[in-house]
């Protein structure tokens, strides 16, 4: 039950950040906070958000099944493939990516996590 709430609220953060609506951004960062999710499964879910998004916004012909997303989420976050160009969603790929390696590697501190990733990914 309480994963599930977690991925809710990384998709909700994952909407809120892709429509740039900061006043969501913020609860939902308060949620996210309280939470004491692992700072590393957070970065995984939130990437995998992301890179579901991108596949969904550079296949020419993208099905759920094409793409082995599940229906459901498929049809989510089909509707929030816009908020981004392919430049963007790139980019908060990289960020993504980058902020793994650089805290599994002891770079970053999982304390900044979360404002880190949000400050980087409005920027865009």
Known sequence: FFDDIIEVSIFALTTAVQRKDSISVGNIY??????NINP??????LYG???DIAAIKLSPVATAQSLGIDPKKFNALKHYVGYFDKDQMLKILDILSSTDYKIKTGQMPTTILLDYLITNILAI
Request: aromatic share 14%; glycine share 0%; charged share 15%.
């Open 30 to 35: 308060k949620t996210i906070q309280s939470s």
């Open 40 to 45: 590393i499964a957070f970065n995984n879910i």
């Open 49 to 51: 958000s992301f890179k």
